[in-house]
């Protein structure tokens, strides 16, 4: 699907013009699945699928994806991803974000042992890595491409005291 389509399609589920079949009242009055998430997924062909993340394999839930499947023309990507929690209640102070935490998250400080801090972007899957992978810039995390493979990776980066 062309990206403005499946916008499109899930600004039709969210608002309520194609209804699952229970809701919970998010913060801006729209109603999602009360057992998943929606979101746009890149193709590798280049194109979008409409993205279903559902907390469970619900039985009641079936219709409801039969439906946006049906509604999708199959471009859909439905995946049972187990709880969904936000990763703080408040949001975090720069002095937060520029400790040593773990597990990681977005927005802490990290960089390449030679690079005073950056941010950790994302983290992505690639088909040939064995697991996730932290997404930042180049400059962050591989010397702007002079770094080696195998190099450490400091979080917090080493201005924000990070120094293994």
Excluded: C
């Amino acid at each position: 699907m062309h990206l403005e389509s499946v916008r499109e399609l899930k600004q039709e589920i969210l608002t309520g013009q194609v209804a699952p079949p229970a809701t919970v009242p998010l913060d801006v009055d729209r109603p999602v699945p009360a057992h998943g998430l929606l979101g746009v997924a890149p193709t590798p062909g280049g194109g979008y699928r409409l993205a279903v993340r559902l907390t469970t394999d619900d039985a009641a839930l079936r219709p409801w994806v039969a439906a946006l499947t049906e509604r999708a023309r199959d471009e859909i990507d439905v995946r049972v991803v187990g709880p969904i929690s936000p990763l703080a209640v408040q949001t975090p102070s720069p002095g937060q974000l520029q400790r040593r935490v773990r597990p990681l998250y977005r927005g802490l400080s990290i960089a390449h042992y030679r690079v005073t801090a950056g941010t950790l972007g994302a983290f992505v899957v690639r088909a040939d890595a064995p697991g996730p992978l932290v997404l930042s810039n180049s400059h962050v995390l591989a010397l702007s491409g002079a770094a080696s493979a195998g190099d450490a990776i400091y979080q917090p980066g080493p201005a924000d005291g990070g120094d293994r």
